[in-house]
């Protein structure tokens, strides 16, 4: 296993590199200019000029890249031109809200969609199999923004029992009820997933329950939720992992529409923000974390296949 996770780690190098030099080149190609966008509609051209001359956008764009992969290699992102400290100071910062919201998120499609799909699966072609079915595809075909104003009605504005927007920290005020304010986001980002794992959970645990292991297990008189839980599910799971995986990395690096709905503060904003802002260091920041993010939880959900099926084995 050591051996595979070197030589992993040894492959994401050209995918990091491949991200650094994309994600530099393809910032600039954004319309407008950083330095006429801080300084607003009233600034003169040799105001803006003077400005682009500070912040280095007057160099050669070769000049720039080397720059730039000169500080990426000493762990530095850049400064943030929008926000003027650190982008990695900045990430931190915006991190909380966003990591707790994926975390929930996750939580809320495992707990509706691994439930749903094996309960469809059981009951297939039944009528709460059609149910579940229609109830998953209603889950995917809603917007995000329309599921989360709908939920905002309900629960915030007139039942009163959580807020509707914002976000207060967790980690700096030591207060874990904070945590309400991402439960109406999570619910809405979940919901969506749990659409997703229910469908295939339930065409995963079809086919399992058509094996001869499973057959062999009713013939030893294992009771069927056994053969359900332990010897299907267990073998039905490895797909649902492999979602589950890249579902919260897509969490992780932001989700824009829920953030923006319910006004938290987290990374999907930070995007928005600094795409409209023409903020180069930020936005590269986000892109190179983001891919270092995908790529360590392809790792780990690989590693997480051998726990799995102790036929699979890393060598």
């Known amino acids: 296993m050591a051996g595979y996770l070197a030589r992993r780690f040894l492959a994401m190098?050209?995918?990091?590199?491949?991200?650094?030099?994309?994600?530099?080149?393809?910032?600039?190609?954004?319309?407008?200019?950083?330095?006429?966008?801080?300084?607003?509609?009233?600034?003169?051209?040799?105001?803006?000029e003077q400005l682009r001359e500070a912040m280095g956008l007057k160099q050669a764009i070769h000049v720039q890249f080397l720059r730039y992969i000169g500080r990426v290699l000493q762990g530095d992102l850049g400064h943030s031109i929008l926000f003027h400290r650190p982008v990695a100071e900045l990430l931190v910062l915006r991190a909380e809200p966003t990591a707790i919201l994926a975390f929930l998120s996750v939580v809320v499609a495992l707990c509706i969609g691994?439930?749903?799909?094996?309960?469809?699966?059981?009951?297939?072609?039944?009528?709460?199999?059609?149910?579940?079915?229609?109830?998953?595809?209603?889950g995917i075909s809603v917007p995000a923004f329309l599921l989360g104003l709908l939920i905002m009605l309900v629960f915030a504005v007139q039942l009163h029992w959580l807020p509707s927007s914002g976000f207060r920290s967790i980690l700096s005020s030591g207060n874990?009820?904070?945590?309400?304010?991402?439960?109406?986001?999570?619910?809405?980002?979940?919901?969506?997933q749990a659409a997703l794992i229910a469908r295939l959970t339930r065409s995963s645990m079809l086919e399992?329950?058509?094996?001869?292991?499973?057959?062999?297990?009713?013939?030893?008189?294992?009771?069927?939720?056994?053969?359900?839980l332990k010897h299907a599910l267990r073998n039905a799971s490895i797909p649902i992992v492999t979602v589950v995986g890249f579902t919260f990395a897509g969490l992780l690096a932001g989700a824009v529409v829920t953030e923006t709905v319910?006004?938290?503060?987290?990374?999907?904003?930070?995007?928005?923000?600094?795409?409209?802002?023409?903020?180069?260091?930020t936005i590269q920041g986000?892109?190179?974390?983001?891919?270092?993010?995908?790529?360590?939880?392809?790792?780990?959900?690989?590693?997480?296949?051998?726990?799995?099926?102790?036929?699979?084995?890393y060598s």
């Open 176 to 192: 874990i009820w904070n945590i309400r304010y991402l439960l109406l986001p999570s619910v809405t980002l979940g919901f969506g």
């Open 208 to 228: 399992v329950l058509q094996e001869d292991y499973v057959n062999a297990a009713r013939a030893r008189g294992v009771v069927e939720r056994g053969v359900v």
């Open 262 to 281: 319910f006004a938290v503060g987290g990374v999907g904003r930070l995007v928005v923000e600094a795409v409209l802002a023409r903020d180069y260091p």
């Open 114 to 138: 691994i439930p749903a799909g094996v309960l469809a699966a059981v009951k297939r072609n039944t009528f709460l199999d059609q149910a579940l079915l229609v109830l998953a595809l209603a």
């Open 286 to 313: 986000i892109m190179l974390v983001v891919a270092c993010m995908y790529l360590i939880l392809n790792l780990l959900t690989d590693a997480t296949y051998a726990l799995l099926d102790p036929r699979i084995q």
């Open 13 to 48: 190098l050209p995918t990091i590199v491949i991200v650094l030099i994309v994600s530099f080149f393809l910032v600039r190609f954004i319309p407008g200019d950083p330095a006429a966008v801080m300084l607003g509609p009233d600034a003169s051209v040799d105001q803006i």
